[in-house]
């Protein structure tokens, strides 16, 4: 079974700081990856998809981010960050095979970021 | 909205009673998934739907979980006598297929149960 290894739980950061965020899976095959974010008081929202191709993947809000193969890894990036970035961040996996499957998720990184 | 949709948003039940979640997709949607999330984690799947057909239900938690999709548009979830240990936020999401299979999950508000 796969597994998603987010290492930081909690991170805060000030505006206009640079962000990264960690994530490791565990499957041997091909995957399917994915960041969603939970703003407060809101439902979990797609942030970027990785499927295949360029594994430098551009979403929404100026995120970003790349899958490393090798490293099983699929970081999220922003250059910048804004206050309005405070919320939980999700990263998960399912197995690449061309039909639906449940998404394996992460424990979450919750970010909060200073004015 | 056209977006997922859930009811109710929040049930407080006793321990030891039934309790039934509902799910509305996006309607073109025929891809139906049912997740809980417990605080601190990360949303654990546990069963969907491509239509009205349940394609993987072995990650239901015990066999007081049970979902249905009759008409392979709403879905119902439902947990039988009630643990105080089912206390969790109940998510659906809701996807497409897409011509190369592949799709992202769209997900709804959730429905939040206390168990007392």
């Known amino acids: 079974a796969q597994s998603v290894s987010q290492h930081n739980h909690h991170v805060i950061l000030s505006e206009a700081a640079s962000l990264e965020l960690g994530c490791n899976y565990s499957?041997?095959?091909?995957?399917?990856l994915f960041w969603y974010v939970q703003y407060p008081g809101q439902h979990l929202q797609l942030l970027l998809k990785y499927f295949s191709g360029d594994p430098l993947v551009k979403g929404i809000k100026g995120f970003e981010a790349e899958f490393i193969k090798s490293k099983f890894s699929f970081n999220l990036r922003k250059p910048s960050v804004q206050w309005s970035d405070t919320a939980e961040y999700f990263c998960a996996v399912n197995p690449w095979r061309g039909g639906a499957d449940g998404l394996t998720f992460g424990k979450g990184t919750h970010l909060i970021i200073q004015p | 909205d056209t977006g997922v949709s859930q009811d109710p948003r929040h049930k407080i039940t006793k321990r030891g009673q039934n309790v039934t979640f509902r799910c509305d997709p996006i309607s073109e949607h025929n891809r139906l998934y049912w997740y809980r999330q417990t605080l601190g984690q990360g949303p654990e799947f546990l069963t969907y739907f491509q239509n009205e057909a349940q394609l993987e239900k072995s990650r239901l938690l015990s066999d007081r979980f049970s979902a249905e999709r009759p008409k392979g548009s709403f879905s119902t979830l439902e947990i039988q006598r009630t643990e105080q240990g089912d206390s969790a936020m109940y998510l659906c999401?809701?996807?497409?297929?897409?011509?190369?299979?592949?799709?992202?999950?769209?997900f709804g508000p959730g429905t939040r149960l206390t168990v007392t």
């Open positions: 999401a809701s996807s497409e297929v897409g011509t190369s299979g592949l799709y992202e999950q769209y």
């Open positions: 499957y041997g095959g091909t995957v399917n």
